[in-house]
T-cell receptor, first 110, second 114 residues
Framework: GNSVTQMEGPVTLSEEAFLTINCTYT??????LFWYVQYPGEGLQLLLK?????DKGSNKGFEATYRKETTSFHLEKGSVQVSDSAVYFC?????????FGAGTTVTVRA | DTAVSQTPKYLVTQMGNDKSIKCEQN?????MYWYKQDSKKFLKIMFS???????INETVPNRFSPKSPDKAHLNLHINSLELGDSAVYFC?????????????FGPGTRLTVT
């Protein structure tokens, strides 16, 4: 079946540090890949997506590249801010369903 | 304008009661979903409707019954509530059923069963 494995948290960083959250997936066919972000007390928002191999999704300084050869979609940001504190979910879409990773809680300290 | 809205935002009830959560989207999407997020933040799909037709029904107790009166609404009715039903329930919608279509999520309904 389809599944997503995500780096376990929590992750605590200082402002302006580099953030990377690892995500690997198992799927048949060619899924679309997504990163969603959930701020405290809110629903999920799409952060970025990639629909085919070697696509790079980017938004708000975050980037992730769809790597078919390593079945990965790692999230990176070069310089985090306190406002980036949230839970980040990697997800894949296949067979009409969105399958989520377990989520990674990121806390950025001033 | 709120894209996907849910009511109520909080729901506290006792074991054995029956309750409903309502969801509405004003995006013109034809596919809607219910997800359950547990206390460890793990998200799992429960149901999906496309054009008012059920297309995904995961292994969910039959105490949970979704109802879609039209494409813009998807309600969730829960009978005989149990302690384990306590969670945050999210409604979502998307333009289509597959491929790159983004899902838009509502703000969630926090259900607490005592």
């Amino acid at each position: 079946g389809n599944s997503v494995t995500q780096m376990e948290g929590p992750v605590t960083l200082s402002e302006e540090a580099f953030l990377t959250i690892n995500c690997t997936y198992t799927a048949t066919g060619y899924p679309s890949l997504f990163w969603y972000v959930q701020y405290p007390g809110e629903g999920l928002q799409l952060l970025l997506k990639a629909t085919k191999a070697d696509d790079k999704g980017s938004n708000k300084g975050f980037e992730a590249t769809y790597r078919k050869e390593t079945t990965s979609f790692h999230l990176e940001k070069g310089s985090v801010q306190v406002s980036d504190s949230a839970v980040y979910f990697c997800a894949l879409r296949a067979d009409y369903k969105l399958s989520f990773g377990a989520g990674t809680t990121v806390t950025v300290r001033a | 304008d709120t894209a996907v809205s849910q009511t109520p935002k909080y729901l506290v009830t006792q074991m054995g009661n029956d309750k409903s959560i309502k969801c509405e989207q004003n995006l013109g999407h034809d596919t809607m979903y219910w997800y359950k997020q547990d206390s460890k933040k793990f998200l799992k799909i429960m149901f999906s409707y496309n054009n008012k037709e059920l297309i995904i029904n995961e292994t969910v107790p039959n105490r949970f019954s979704p109802k879609s009166p039209d494409k813009a609404h998807l309600n969730l009715h829960i009978n005989s509530l149990e302690l384990g039903d306590s969670a945050v329930y999210f409604c979502a919608s998307s333009q289509g059923t597959g491929g790159p279509y983004e899902q838009y999520f509502g703000p969630g309904t926090r259900l607490t069963v005592t």
